[in-house]
């Protein structure tokens, strides 16, 4: 059975500090995606980015960073000089076959405070 | 934006009524999830549909049923509401593929007093 976990249940920053949010998973499939979702204080949910198990290329996007260690099992979220506007709770996600069929595993979430 | 909407945004229902949410989708994507959040527990999986009539379920299922007679729409009903199920709802779409992303509804309050 595919499982997500995000140890980190709350963080506190200060605006401009480094934070990174962990995430670790555990499937049995060979082929999986891993995703991370942003839900800041309004509740929507906005997907942020994607990684597919065959790819452990480091990303950046701006202030965003995610690494991806397919030896731990880990698909870690950084915000370089984090801002106010990052404040929500962020999820980590794991996509699987599920006797065919794709089933979607999401984490308890992190939620990060960025204080100013 | 995706074309994804639940309804009601809101609703208070009394212990051992019947409720039916509702997740409508202009997409026509072939995947639709209705998870339940509440804290300490992230995004629970309640059941899933991989096509008109055809689901399964999910970690969380047991009072709930689903179902879906077209595309765009995937029922959830709760059978006879209890405390336990007050919680916020989401409904998610995705495209066939393991790396699509899935599309999230604005979700749904539902308090059973």
């Known amino acids: 059975a595919q499982k997500v976990t995000q140890a980190q249940t709350e963080i506190s920053v200060v605006e401009k500090e480094d934070v990174t949010l962990d995430c670790v998973y555990e499937?049995?499939?060979?082929?999986?995606?891993l995703f991370w979702y942003k839900q800041p204080p309004s509740g929507e949910l906005v997907f942020l980015i994607r990684?597919?198990?065959?790819?452990?290329q480091n990303e950046i996007s701006g202030r965003y960073s995610w690494n991806f260690q397919k030896s731990t099992s880990s698909f870690n979220f950084t915000i370089t000089a984090s801002q106010v506007v990052d404040s929500a709770v962020y999820f980590c996600a794991l996509s699987e076959a599920s006797g065919g069929y794709q089933k979607v595993t999401f984490g308890t979430g992190t939620k990060l405070q960025v204080i100013p | 934006d995706a074309g994804i909407t639940q309804s009601p945004r809101h609703k208070v229902t009394e212990t051992g009524t019947p409720v039916t949410l509702r997740c409508h989708q202009t997409e026509n994507h072939r995947y639709m999830y209705w998870y339940r959040q509440d804290p300490g527990h992230g995004l629970r999986l309640i059941h899933y549909?991989?096509?008109?009539?055809?689901?399964d379920k999910g970690e969380v299922s047991d009072g709930y049923s689903v179902s879906r007679s077209k595309t765009e729409d995937f029922l959830l009903t709760l059978e006879s509401a209890t405390s336990s199920q007050t919680s916020v709802y989401f409904c998610?779409?995705?495209?066939?593929?393991?790396?699509?992303?899935?599309?999230f509804g604005q979700g749904t309050r539902l308090t059973v007093v």
């Open positions: 990684r597919n198990s065959f790819d452990e």
């Open positions: 998610a779409i995705r495209e066939d593929g393991y790396n699509t992303e899935a599309f």
């Open positions: 499937t049995r499939d060979t082929t999986y995606y």
């Open positions: 549909s991989y096509g008109v009539k055809d689901t």
